[in-house]
């Protein structure tokens, strides 16, 4: 952690990528709440997507990781 946290372009990306996590989610949220005004659709769609996106970039970093090995 402490290699990570010295390297400046590690740290932009990961700084980058929580902030965009954040902002997403968020947008998420107030859109399905804006359009169904239902508690079960927000909670809803955060699973789904939650589940999608950690099996997707779960897919990519092994393959990223299989490239470079």
Do not use: Q
Not at 8 to 17: E, M, P, S, V, Y
Not at 32 to 39: E, F, I, N
Not at 41 to 53: E, F, H, R, T
């Amino acid at each position: 952690m402490k290699k990570l946290m010295n390297n400046k372009g590690a740290r932009t990306r990961l700084f980058f990528g929580a902030t965009s996590g954040v902002i997403t989610t968020i947008g998420l949220i107030v859109g399905l709440y804006s359009g169904t005004r239902s508690l079960a659709a927000v909670l809803g769609g955060m699973l789904v997507i939650a589940i999608v996106v950690v099996g997707i970039l779960h897919a990519i970093g092994l393959w990223v990781n299989a490239s470079f090995n």
